[in-house]
């Protein structure tokens, strides 16, 4: 299974919310280059980067973090938040994006994400399925739309997506575990490479996300509020 923290960037920091709440941003580092060379330090291999200006304005604002991230790690990147045009993604790829992630756009304008599928291939795009009461979330966790998220992601399997990131909003940044329950009912309805994000707090939730057959594990809180140690964490890398 992928170990892989987490660095959303509001104006240019790493920072953390609850629940998506803008208002509750905290700042952990006032530059995201040096959290993600701890990451590589510690022998992570992955990183999820949240652009959360991006997701609210409805187009990527961080570009330049992401690009001196990928030059100055070697850490393999998926990257989403405001990307909904073509000039968008290309633009994220161009930054050192591995992958990105495509949320909203997924929602409001399918036909999009299906030509990145035949564009760029299953492997380059991954399938944003942020959820609150199961309805996916748009605009930055701002809104939700009144899609369930098995429906979700069993429709865009159908389209080729093979790899999703699934976010329990209710669960986020909470530290009080993930939901387990939901993740073991997509693994059951569906036939995709399953990111769990949102709510591991503990190396026991860790463990859990691999054996219920998750691909991935997002860890983002639980690691800057040192409730997941990073040594212990890179012994599963």
């Known amino acids: 299974m992928k170990i892989i923290p987490a660095i959303d960037i509001i104006n240019g920091k790493c920072v953390r919310l609850t629940q998506g709440d803008y208002t509750t941003q905290k700042i952990y580092n006032q530059n995201p280059v040096e959290a993600a060379k701890q990451f590589e330090a510690a022998g992570i291999k ?16 961080n ?41 909203s756009i997924a929602v409001k304008n399918p036909q999009v994400v299906e030509g990145w599928l035949a564009k760029y291939g ?12 199961r309805k996916i ?25 093979t790899n999703v990131i699934c976010t329990d909003i209710a669960k986020d940044g909470l530290l009080q575990g993930p939901s387990e329950s939901l993740y073991r009912e997509i693994l059951a309805n569906t036939n995709i490479n399953l990111i769990a994000s949102g709510g ?11 054996a219920i057959g998750c691909t991935g594990a997002i860890i983002g809180k639980a690691l800057y509020e040192g409730t997941i140690n990073l040594k212990e964490l890179s012994a599963l890398c």
């Open 46 to 61: 992955y990183l999820h980067v949240v652009d959360l200006d991006g997701a609210k304005s409805g187009h990527i604002v």
């Open 122 to 133: 299953p492997d380059k795009i991954i399938l944003g399925a942020d959820c609150n009461n």
């Open 63 to 103: 570009h330049k973090v992401l690009e001196a991230i990928a030059t100055q790690t070697s850490l393999t990147i998926d990257f989403g938040g405001g990307i909904k045009t073509d000039d968008a993604i290309a633009l994220a790829f161009n930054c050192g994006a591995s992958q990105i992630t495509a949320g």
């Open 200 to 210: 591991i707090t503990t190396m026991a939730d860790v463990l859990v996300m691999k």
């Open 137 to 161: 979330a748009i605009n930055g966790w701002q809104q939700e739309s009144e899609q369930d998220v098995l429906n979700f992601i069993q429709a865009y399997q159908a389209k080729g997506i």
